[in-house]
């Protein structure tokens, strides 16, 4: 293979720049294109090439991660990028953890399983483009030219006269060079990877499991207060009154005040409104705040949200599927007669219910007002959107206002709504005093930006040979008008659609009153389920092996095409390719022994795979379900394409199996209800995830390596795993499940 060279546009450039004690820093300037910011970000100036790199005198390299750390590994994963081209050994690589700036790190944001594609042609730049230096400088020093020396552990090599320099020894002269021409700045084969493609620790990890202080929930500042706020459990409530006098007399409790949402332009309070009416009491412990808190009388203004409820929503949404659908997303052919000509009809109805994200870490943040600025520890997944929400609401310049980004417990897709930055600031503002603001579980439950619940009615038409020649689907799920809510829609280039001819999917939507957003995988964590257990009922309907239905399915397909932005499943990727599909269909079709083994009455495999987030997967699970309905996973068998490089395996194999352990809490026991407007389940007992006793033995993880550049892993394993227990459980007892959680259906772990 061939070295790979990168152009990079003309204004790119390198800048060095000397450091104390005869270090270097090191920066590669990129297109700006390259790092739109995330969602709620204002597009990022032209990144100021200051530090990637620091090479000390002693040839201690420390890189910085520039993204948001939350259990991912993206701090690991982005200086490994760098090391590998600079061609510095990884046991002398020091990982710094960067504050958010916009003006020096393009698109420092997580969520969408964007990092790797995002990042795998820049930072391995920035790396190349550091180690082409230092061979220069070696090259002047010794009067040799440059094609002649070679680089290997952070020294430049000329074998001929067998001298070698350590980057330490040239910092200095590096550091007074001018920048290499791009067009020049070679990458590694990657046959000589050292780094990449080789497991290595995650950063951070001793200091996790022996309890160091890195969280923001750890965070503490001198003079520091503990903030909790109380909001109304209806969306929209205010407050009318409350004992604030007899709050403040309880031991420990500073502050107790009303916070009053501030007229500020921006999303309705369905949407992402950042503050809301509430109660702030601030202490010297959060012990004494909370303590406080049980003693709180409030009376509230619910508004009319209050009468809402989940038994509405589901009476709702039958009527609704009843009559003309509101909207077509999509009409390929002519379904209508194509089901009346079909030889046989297959016809079921699906729901799935409201998630809550429930991260380990509960959401807060750490906030102090000082000289007119604003100083904050967050974990946020959007700092840009975050920053500006701040600055909007408190009538700040966003200049104004640093954010530090701390290690998140977890998110999932939660931190990607900023309203706990927001309160921490207006709380630490009104205090006067440096305020850490930290939710208690119940708040974290019943104050969610949740994975939307959703009905879908379908049908199929199958000729006399078992093809699909007709497919329906009325979605029925919430917002208002043609506007559904965030995650609440299924894109207009969604398996199945392009691999049937006569394809519909239309939409009818109803109010809501609690506010959705992206969960792990997001749309996609659901049209999975309902896709491709829909699927198995017809190729059971059509007498097909499950497997052998699918491949059929996708030889039927289109060539894939650009799809339009589909809110975080991908948007503005092609849809299915077919053969990358297929591929690892057969793929975990092989290593699962698929049809060759017998099993006794109440064992059986089910099958199922879904794109999401530029990643195509396919699973099977292997399940017993006793004559209780207890269900007892055997095992599971993965089977990914990301592309041509798995960068560092043990943690791709690790998120990959927390992936599927996620789905399987969804797929069991989770679920959100709503009554009088407010969430019903408020902890894990309500709210249930996966237990170490119930995880099946072994989730078997196999990688198809292809062309593709490598895209990430933190949403599209999880998908799949739904329907192929779901199916399992089919295939075992002959009950077809179309309604989650399992536990509503009389299902439970073994």
Same mark, same amino acid.
């Given at each position: 293979?061939?070295?790979?060279?990168?152009?990079?546009?003309?204004?790119?450039?390198?800048? @060095?720049?000397?450091?104390?004690?005869?270090?270097?820093?090191?920066?590669?300037?990129?297109g700006s294109q390259l790092f739109a910011q995330g969602r709620g970000g204002a597009p990022p100036a032209p990144p100021d090439p200051h530090n990637y790199i620091r090479v000390a005198a002693d040839g201690t390299v420390t890189i910085v991660a520039k993204n948001p750390e939350l259990g991912q590994g993206v701090k690991t994963m982005l200086p490994m990028l760098i090391a590998e081209e600079l061609d510095v050994d990884w046991k002398r690589v020091k990982i710094e953890q960067a504050d958010f700036d916009d003006s020096k790190y393009p698109a420092q944001s997580a969520g969408g399983s964007t990092a790797t594609p995002t990042n795998w042609l820049p930072m391995r730049q920035v790396g190349a483009a550091g180690r082409a230096l230092f061979v220069t400088a070696a090259a002047q020093s010794w009067s040799v030219p440059e094609g002649e020396c070679t680089t290997a552990s952070g020294r430049v090599m000329h074998k001929a006269s067998d001298r070698s320099l350590g980057y330490g020894e040239l910092a200095a002269k590096v550091a007074g060079m001018p920048a290499p021409a791009l067009a020049n700045v070679t990458l590694k084969d990657p046959a000589e990877y050292k780094i990449?493609?080789?497991?290595?620790?995650?950063?951070?990890?001793?200091?996790?499991?022996?309890? *160091?202080? #890195?969280?923001?929930?750890?965070? *503490?500042?001198?003079? +520091?207060?503990? /903030?909790?706020?109380?909001?109304?459990?209806?969306?929209?409530?205010?407050?009318?009154?409350?004992?604030?006098? =007899?709050?403040?007399? +309880?031991?420990?409790? %500073? !502050?107790?005040?009303?916070?009053?949402?501030?007229?500020?332009?921006?999303?309705?309070?369905?949407?992402?409104?950042?503050?809301v009416s509430g109660i702030a009491i601030l202490a010297e412990t959060w012990w004494h705040a909370q303590s406080a808190r049980k003693a709180l009388k409030v009376e509230w203004n619910e508004g009319p949200i209050a009468s809402q409820s989940s038994v509405e929503y589901a009476k709702r949404a039958e009527e609704l599927s009843k009559q003309a659908p509101q909207t077509t997303v999509r009409a390929d052919g002519d379904v209508d007669a194509a089901l009346k000509g079909a030889a046989k009809v297959v016809e079921a109805a699906y729901s799935y219910p409201f998630i809550s994200h429930a991260p380990l870490e509960p959401q807060g943040a750490t906030a102090h007002f000082h000289d007119g600025k604003m100083e904050m520890w967050t974990n946020s997944q959007q700092p840009g959107g975050g920053r500006r929400q701040v600055a909007q609401t408190l009538g700040m310049q966003e200049a104004d206002i640093t954010l530090h980004m701390t290690r998140g417990g977890g998110g999932f897709g939660r931190r990607l709504t900023n309203d706990y930055l927001v309160e921490a600031a207006f709380i630490a503002k009104q205090a006067g005093v440096p305020v850490k603001l930290l939710w208690s579980r119940e708040d974290d439950m019943t104050h969610d930006y949740?994975?939307?619940?959703?009905?879908?009615?379908?049908? &199929? $038409?199958?000729?006399?040979?078992? %093809?699909?020649?007709?497919?329906?689907?009325?979605?029925?799920?919430?917002?208002?008008? =043609?506007?559904? +809510?965030?995650?609440?829609?299924?894109?207009?280039?969604?398996?199945? !659609?392009?691999?049937?001819?006569?394809?519909?999917?239309?939409?009818?939507?109803?109010?809501?009153?609690?506010?959705? $957003?992206?969960?792990?995988?997001?749309?996609?964590?659901?049209?999975?389920?309902?896709?491709?257990?829909?699927?198995?009922?017809?190729?059971?309907?059509?007498?097909k092996d499950p497997v052998q239905f699918r491949l059929d399915l996708l030889d039927a397909g289109a060539a894939p095409q650009q799809a339009p932005a589909q809110g975080g499943r991908g948007g503005g990727m092609p849809g299915v390719n077919a053969d990358r599909m297929k591929g690892v269909l057969q793929l975990v079709a092989e290593k699962s022994g698929w049809g060759k083994k017998t099993y006794p009455k109440g064992t059986a495999m089910g099958v199922a795979f879904h794109f999401s987030h530029r990643g195509y997967f396919a699973e099977v699970a292997e399940v017993t379900v006793d004559a209780a309905? %207890?269900?007892?996973?055997?095992?599971?068998?993965?089977?990914?394409?990301?592309?041509?490089? @798995?960068?560092?395996?043990? /943690?791709?194999?690790?998120?990959?199996?927390?992936?599927? #352990?996620?789905?399987?809490?969804?797929?069991?026991? !989770?679920? @959100?209800?709503?009554?009088?407007?407010?969430?019903?389940?408020?902890?894990?007992?309500?709210?249930?995830?996966?237990?170490? &006793?119930?995880?099946?033995?072994? @989730?078997?993880?196999?990688?198809? %390596?292809?062309?593709?550049?490598?895209?990430?892993?933190?949403?599209?394993a999880l998908p799949p795993i739904l329907p192929a227990v779901a199916n399992a459980i089919f295939s075992a007892t002959g009950k077809r499940v179309r309604s989650l959680p399992l536990s509503k259906s009389g299902f439970g772990w073994a």
């Open positions: 293979m061939r070295p790979e060279k990168k152009q990079m546009e003309r204004r790119a450039f390198l800048r @060095i720049s000397a450091l104390a004690g005869g270090g270097v820093m090191l920066g590669l300037q990129t990449i493609g080789h497991t290595q620790t995650a950063t951070d990890l001793h200091d996790i499991v022996t309890g *160091k202080p #890195i969280f923001t929930i750890d965070m *503490k500042l001198p003079g +520091m207060l503990f /903030a909790v706020f109380e909001k109304c459990g209806v969306v929209g409530g205010k407050v009318v009154s409350a004992n604030l006098d =007899e709050i403040k007399k +309880m031991p420990g409790v %500073k !502050q107790a005040f009303v916070v009053d949402r501030p007229e500020v332009k921006g999303p309705s309070l369905l949407a992402d409104p950042g503050l949740y994975r939307p619940g959703g009905f879908q009615y379908l049908k &199929a $038409g199958l000729d006399a040979s078992g %093809k699909v020649v007709a497919w329906r689907n009325h979605f029925v799920t919430y917002g208002e008008g =043609e506007r559904a +809510m965030s995650s609440a829609t299924i894109g207009p280039a969604e398996f199945p !659609q392009r691999f049937v001819t006569n394809y519909s999917l239309l939409q009818s939507t109803q109010s809501l009153g609690i506010r959705t $957003g992206a969960l792990r995988a997001p749309g996609s964590n659901a049209i999975a389920f309902v896709t491709h257990s829909f699927i198995d009922e017809v190729a059971h309907a059509a007498g309905n %207890k269900v007892k996973i055997n095992k599971i068998w993965v089977a990914a394409d990301v592309g041509s490089q @798995i960068i560092n395996p043990g /943690a791709a194999d690790n998120i990959v199996q927390g992936g599927i #352990i996620d789905g399987l809490s969804e797929l069991m026991s !989770q679920e @959100i209800t709503v009554d009088k407007g407010r969430v019903v389940e408020t902890n894990y007992n309500r709210h249930g995830m996966v237990r170490m &006793a119930q995880a099946p033995p072994a @989730i078997e993880v196999h990688y198809l %390596k292809t062309t593709y550049d490598p895209t990430g892993l933190g949403e599209p």
